[in-house]
T-cell receptor
Framework: DTGVSQDPRHKITKRGQNVTFRCDPI?????LYWYRQTLGQGPEFLTY????????KSRLLSDRFSAERPKGSFSTLEIQRTEQGDSAMYLC??????????????FGEGSRLTVL | DAKTTQPPSMDCAEGRAANLPCNHS???????VYWYRQIHSQGPQYIIH???NNETNEMASLIITEDRKSSTLILPHATLRDTAVYYC???????????FGEGTQLTVNP
């Protein structure tokens, strides 16, 4: 399967613990996005990378959240000191940008976080 | 990115055409209309996009009005597997993120 893969698919943690999600994009895609989705709502943008550079961060991305894409390939999203309000589906997407045009976003299946 | 307005839910009979409307009255000249759908417990999936001409692919057709203030996504022969939330999004092709609204929950009934 050459699509976007996310790991783990499900994570249950206790409040105050740290969690990390990994995203492996489609191999030739230079852009990588993180979104968060809560029940009944559309996905909300968190941040995106072009290669290894983090170019935009949403105000939703509090200080407890950090994302990296160290070699311009896979990315990690870490949430420190989790709160119950962090419970959500975390979606990763990738796209290929060339010639000033951004292609369609391909999404992974998501990582569902439950904070007890 | 311009704001879009979609009905919260729609029903369609299996085998019939599903016509999903979207209003985007503040769309700019360089913004495209994109449609994605999200089947329960999966990530969103790209369907189609267009600027001003009607577009068709193997999944759907996109009809954009001449003034570009609204569009309709058409699934010509809906199946039960088309039950999903459908999102209409406008953005420039050089844009970065997609901004999702709440979409339309399409339920295809047997």
């Amino acid at each position: 399967d050459t699509g976007v893969s996310q790991d783990p698919r499900h994570k249950i943690t206790k409040r105050g613990q740290n969690v990390t999600f990994r995203c492996d994009p489609i191999s030739e895609h230079n852009r990588l996005y993180w979104y968060r989705q809560t029940l009944g709502q559309g996905p909300e943008f968190l941040t995106y990378f072009q290669n290894e550079a983090q170019l935009e961060k949403s105000r939703l991305l509090s200080d407890r959240f950090s994302a990296e894409r160290p070699k311009g390939s896979f990315s990690t999203l870490e949430i420190q000191r989790t709160e119950q309000g962090d419970s959500a589906m975390y979606l990763c997407a990738s796209s290929l940008t060339s010639g000033g045009h951004t292609g369609e976003l391909f999404f992974g299946e998501g990582s569902r976080l439950t904070v007890l | 990115d311009a704001k879009t307005t979609q009905p919260p839910s729609m029903d369609c009979a299996e085998g019939r055409a599903a016509n999903l409307p979207c209003n985007h009255s503040t769309i700019s000249g360089n913004e495209y209309v994109y449609w994605y759908r999200q089947i329960h417990s999966q990530g969103p999936q790209y369907i189609i996009h267009g600027l001003k001409n009607n577009e068709t692919n193997e999944m759907a057709s996109l009809i954009i009005t001449e003034d570009r203030k609204s569009s309709t996504l058409i699934l010509p022969h809906a199946t039960l597997r088309d039950t999903a939330v459908y999102y209409c999004i406008v953005r420039v092709t050089s844009g970065s993120r997609l901004t999702f609204g709440e979409g339309t929950q399409l339920t295809v009934n047997p």
